[in-house]
């Protein structure tokens, strides 16, 4: 198809043969056996001149159209070969971007060592675009946007409570008697009403539960709970050494909180960074491995 599109661009096989550095018998035979393959003379050739016929010129465009395709797919390739440089700016909630995702980190920059990681934790939602960021890591439902998203897996969630908080205030035996509970409440900016979500008998249900301790923190929300301050919702890879301890206690067990998924988030549109695929194909496998997360555990 290249030296076929060079014909005819360059309407003669010597000049096409000096663009693609090749004989002119070369170029003549491969359009030749294109010709032979398609079944259909492509080129009227002459002592001066050489032309396409009229079955050739849609051929033509359409050759243009797959060899751009194949430059794009090899320029794919050539940058994931380059090693990557500069900075990754990555942000993810607190608690799980210590446990799980820093250790990654550190493995990941071992493989490219010339590009300077920069992890931010916060459990507040950042911009992506106003903030510079790369990738986001988010344990949450995700909203429509323009941003793209790999799932890495899905974070069941657990209600609990420190047992001195349920001999205190009774165990609550329905989600409508959360109500009549103190809840701690993780908040974000914008937060006017909160919102637990359950699965009941197949069905989803929410409860708008209320309390008097709210944190944008997710450690300190563990801390009261620790405290017997109230009942939490939490992911139950956040709480698991506590439950196993008996500091905290799981209540409503049928009951079952609605998991979210795991997502990064990053800019779509266009080839993406080599730094941004390495690191993305990275998590991916990465998350594979966490047992906290798999299959076995009720994650995926």
Not at 30 to 55: D, F
Not at 182 to 189: E, I, K, T, Y
Request: aromatic content about 8%.
């Amino acid at each position: 198809m290249a030296a076929f599109v060079a014909v005819v661009e360059q309407q003669s096989f010597s000049k096409a043969g000096r663009e693609l550095r090749l004989s002119t018998a070369v170029v003549s035979a491969r359009v030749a056996k294109l010709e032979q393959h398609l079944g259909v003379r492509l080129l009227n050739r002459t002592t001066r001149q050489v032309s396409p016929t009229e079955e050739a010129l849609e051929f033509y465009e359409e050759c243009k159209k797959i060899l751009s395709q194949v430059e794009v797919a090899e320029a794919v390739l050539a940058s994931r070969k380059a090693s990557p440089s500069g900075a990754l700016r990555v942000t993810a909630p607190v608690v799980f971007g210590r446990k799980y995702l820093a250790p990654l980190l550190r493995d990941f920059q071992k493989q490219v060592p010339d590009l300077q990681i920069r992890l931010s934790l916060t459990d507040e939602f950042v911009d992506l675009v106003a903030d510079g960021v790369d990738v986001a890591i988010r344990i949450a439902p995700l909203k429509d946007s323009s941003l793209k998203s790999l799932h890495l897996g899905a974070s069941p969630r657990i209600l609990c409570a420190a047992p001195r908080y349920l001999r205190q205030f009774g165990e609550p035996e329905s989600l409508q008697d959360l109500l009549n509970h103190n809840c701690l409440l993780l908040r974000f900016p914008g937060s006017s009403q909160f919102q637990w979500h359950f699965e009941v008998d197949g069905k989803s249900q929410a409860i708008a539960v209320k309390g008097n301790l709210d944190s944008n923190n997710g450690d300190v929300i563990r801390d009261w709970a620790l405290a017997g301050a109230g009942i939490v919702l939490k992911s139950r890879w956040e709480v698991a050494e506590y439950l196993a301890s008996g500091e905290l206690v799981q209540i409503l067990p049928a009951a079952r909180p609605l998991s979210v998924n795991i997502s990064a988030l990053y800019a779509g549109g266009g080839i993406q960074p080599p730094k941004i695929r390495l690191f993305l194909d990275f998590l991916k496998e990465g998350f594979q491995a966490v047992p906290d997360f798999s299959s076995a555990s009720g994650g995926i």
